[in-house]
């Protein structure tokens, strides 16, 4: 499935959304436009393409974000992946880049069970995984980068703390990169 979104949202599902398989392509050039949207997404399968260029536009964007498999890229001018409650990663593969924002957002919660997460953002202050309340377990695996210096550990009040069972995450100087494993 293609789809081009010029005035509005590639897919909005009113309460839930469900990806299950197949090859989607989905460009949006709205200023505000969501490359998907919707209360509750699920993404279960398939092949996903994202990639919104408006000033404000956001890859996927819902209030509860379920991942659980398949392969996801989304390319955005603001948030690669913004959830206001909560973001579970059971598996997949998981690019997601947020141009003018963060890579990987949730206003509440970030739990990674499984899979392969590459976060990435560009503009400071702005990070490549942010969760106002919390950010666990990580047992996927996890590369982030940022085009900018990333301070960890934070030295003012953050909006999260990124853990490997209960350690911190290494920063690794090269690229400015955070790579965090657990099992």
Request: aromatic share 6%; net charge neutral; hydrophobic share 35%.
């Amino acid at each position: 499935m293609n789809i081009t979104a010029n005035g509005e949202d590639g897919i909005n599902g009113k309460d839930y959304l469900i990806v299950d398989g197949g090859t989607h392509t989905i460009n949006v050039s709205a200023s505000k436009g969501k490359g998907l949207k919707s209360d509750t997404i699920l993404i279960a399968g398939g092949s996903t393409n994202i990639t919104c260029t408006g000033s404000s536009a956001e890859g996927i964007e819902a209030d509860y974000l379920t991942i659980n498999d398949g392969v996801i890229e989304c390319f955005a001018k603001d948030d690669g992946i913004n959830a206001a409650y909560s973001i579970v990663i059971n598996g997949g593969y998981i690019y997601t880049c947020g141009k003018g924002n963060d890579g990987l957002d949730s206003n509440g919660t970030i739990t990674i069970n499984g899979g392969v997460v590459v976060a990435v953002a560009h503009r400071h202050p702005k990070t490549v995984l942010t969760a106002i309340k919390t950010i666990s377990p990580l047992r996927g695996v996890l590369f982030s980068a940022s085009a900018v210096a990333v301070v960890y550990p934070p030295q003012a009040p953050a909006r999260s703390r990124l853990s490997s069972m209960g350690r911190p995450a290494r920063q690794i100087s090269v690229f400015r990169c955070w790579m965090a494993t657990a099992t």
